[in-house]
């Protein structure tokens, strides 16, 4: 799976510098004014992030928060490919549920090498890069890499 890893990017409305063309899409809507509440005027730093505060802040239904922000704007993905299948804590978008879940793994700190702090986008990309790279054993791999241990490094 492919992060879009392209960077440096920068903005070219406020200069602000992204290593990611999803996350810079995200940041876009920001001066689109798609980040804008329409009731008190914050502005928030992703769609994701205005849904949440109109349902914390202002108690709308997801039928009210819809009409407000339809779609999340999802420009950066073609039409026909729209992705259905959105991280709340980020914004990036998905088009299939499994993918989704792999990346939630990614905030829980679960695809970080903790020999060297590489972050991957998939476990299954972490254990290849703790076999590949750091020769660990397929012991030692497993226990690292574990999804019901705790995130981090295995005790020794």
Do not use: W
Request: charged share 25%; glycine share 8%; proline share 4%.
């Amino acid at each position: 799976m492919s992060l879009g890893l392209k960077g440096p990017l920068f903005c070219d409305v406020c200069g602000r510098k992204y290593f990611h063309v999803s996350s810079l899409a995200l940041h876009k809507k920001v001066h689109e004014g798609l980040t804008t509440c329409v009731i008190c005027g914050k502005v928030s730093s992703k769609v994701a992030n205005l849904r949440r505060h109109l349902e914390n802040s202002h108690k709308l239904s997801q039928e009210e928060i819809r009409r407000l922000v339809p779609s999340a704007g999802l420009s950066a993905v073609p039409e026909g490919e729209r992705c259905r299948y959105q991280c709340d804590l980020c914004g990036h978008v998905y088009r299939r549920r499994d993918s989704l879940t792999d990346h939630r793994l990614h905030h829980l700190g679960r695809t970080a090498c903790h020999v060297c702090g590489a972050v991957y986008s998939t476990v299954r990309s972490l254990r290849r890069h703790l076999r590949d790279v750091h020769r660990l054993p397929a012991d030692e791999v497993r226990r690292n890499t574990e999804l019901d241990a705790p995130a981090g490094p295995a005790p020794l």
